[in-house]
C-alpha cells in the first residue's frame, strides 16, 4: 500500500466517502493524512471489517494520523446538485478539514473534480490497495453510520440503525407504508419508486 514512486516524497492525502447508494441521509467522506512510516496491515475497505473493527481502528485513526478531516453533504444538497457531484464535494470538505495541507491527493474511484491546485491519482478499490484510503474510508463509514443511527431515534420506522438508509426491502417497505421524509433524497424519488418493487 505504498505510494507510487513518482509521488513517495509528497504529503499524501487518502480520501474516500460513504452513503453513495442510499436512499436516507447524508453523503460523507473521510479524508487522511498517515505519517511516514505508518504501516496497519488491519487497515482495509471499511466493508470487509466488523463494526467492531471499524470502530477500534477509527480511534487508532484519529489518534495517529498526521491529519484527518471529514466532510458531509446533506440530501438536500445531494438533491439540487447530484449524488455524483455530492461525492466530490463532501471529498473536499473533508480535505478541507485537514490541518496539515496536502501535496497530493489518492482517491478511491475512477472519477473526481480536481481539489484546488492538487494533483491527484483516482484508484477503483483503492480503498484495499493503500492505507490512506483506507482510513478515510473507516472514518466515513463509521461517521455516518453513527449520523444514520440518530437519525433512527426521530424515524425509527425506517430502521436505519440497522440498514442505514441503504434500499433494504425493510426500507423500501417503510417508504411504501409511511411515504420519504426530508432526510430522504427526493432526486432519487424515481429510484425509490422502481425499487418499492420487490
Same mark, same amino acid.
Given at each position: 500500500?505504498?505510494?507510487?514512486?513518482?509521488?513517495? *516524497?509528497?504529503?499524501?492525502?487518502? +480520501?474516500?466517502?460513504a452513503?453513495?447508494? +442510499? $436512499?436516507?441521509?447524508?453523503?460523507?467522506?473521510?479524508?487522511?493524512?498517515?505519517?511516514?512510516?505508518?504501516?496497519?496491515?488491519?487497515?482495509d475497505?471499511?466493508?470487509k471489517?466488523?463494526?467492531?473493527?471499524?470502530y477500534?481502528?477509527?480511534?487508532?485513526?484519529?489518534?495517529?494520523?498526521?491529519?484527518?478531516?471529514?466532510?458531509?453533504?446533506?440530501?438536500? *444538497?445531494?438533491?439540487?446538485?447530484?449524488?455524483?457531484?455530492? #461525492?466530490f $464535494?463532501?471529498?473536499?470538505?473533508?480535505?478541507?478539514? $485537514?490541518?496539515?495541507?496536502?501535496?497530493?491527493?489518492?482517491?478511491?474511484?475512477?472519477?473526481?473534480?480536481?481539489?484546488?491546485?492538487?494533483?491527484?491519482? +483516482?484508484?477503483?478499490?483503492?480503498?484495499?490497495?493503500?492505507? #490512506?484510503?483506507?482510513?478515510?474510508?473507516?472514518?466515513?463509514?463509521?461517521?455516518?453510520d453513527?449520523?444514520?443511527?440518530? !437519525?433512527?431515534?426521530?424515524?425509527?420506522?425506517?430502521?436505519?440503525?440497522?440498514?442505514?438508509? !441503504?434500499?433494504?426491502?425493510?426500507?423500501?417497505?417503510?417508504?411504501? *407504508?409511511?411515504?420519504?421524509?426530508?432526510?430522504?433524497?427526493?432526486?432519487?424519488?424515481?429510484?425509490?419508486?422502481?425499487?418499492?418493487?420487490?
Amino acid at each position: 500500500m505504498n505510494l507510487l514512486t513518482h509521488y513517495s *516524497e509528497l504529503i499524501e492525502a487518502g +480520501c474516500d466517502e460513504a452513503g453513495r447508494g +442510499c $436512499l436516507a441521509g447524508p453523503v460523507v467522506a473521510g479524508a487522511v493524512i498517515l505519517k511516514p512510516g505508518f504501516d496497519m496491515p488491519e487497515l482495509d475497505d471499511s466493508k470487509k471489517l466488523t463494526e467492531k473493527k471499524r470502530y477500534q481502528l477509527r480511534e487508532l485513526i484519529m489518534k495517529e494520523a498526521l491529519a484527518y478531516g471529514i466532510g458531509i453533504v446533506t440530501a438536500p *444538497e445531494i438533491d439540487e446538485i447530484n449524488i455524483l457531484n455530492a #461525492s466530490f $464535494l463532501a471529498m473536499h470538505r473533508a480535505i478541507d478539514q $485537514l490541518q496539515v495541507r496536502p501535496e497530493f491527493l489518492l482517491i478511491d474511484g475512477n472519477r473526481f473534480n480536481k481539489y484546488q491546485d492538487l494533483k491527484h491519482l +483516482c484508484v477503483v478499490g483503492g480503498d484495499a490497495k493503500y492505507q #490512506s484510503i483506507a482510513a478515510a474510508s473507516i472514518l466515513a463509514k463509521t461517521t455516518r453510520d453513527r449520523l444514520m443511527e440518530e !437519525y433512527d431515534l426521530r424515524f425509527p420506522q425506517y430502521h436505519w440503525k440497522k440498514n442505514k438508509g !441503504y434500499p433494504t426491502p425493510e426500507h423500501k417497505q417503510a417508504i411504501a *407504508e409511511y411515504g420519504i421524509t426530508e432526510l430522504h433524497r427526493k432526486s432519487f424519488n424515481m429510484a425509490i419508486q422502481m425499487r418499492l418493487d420487490f
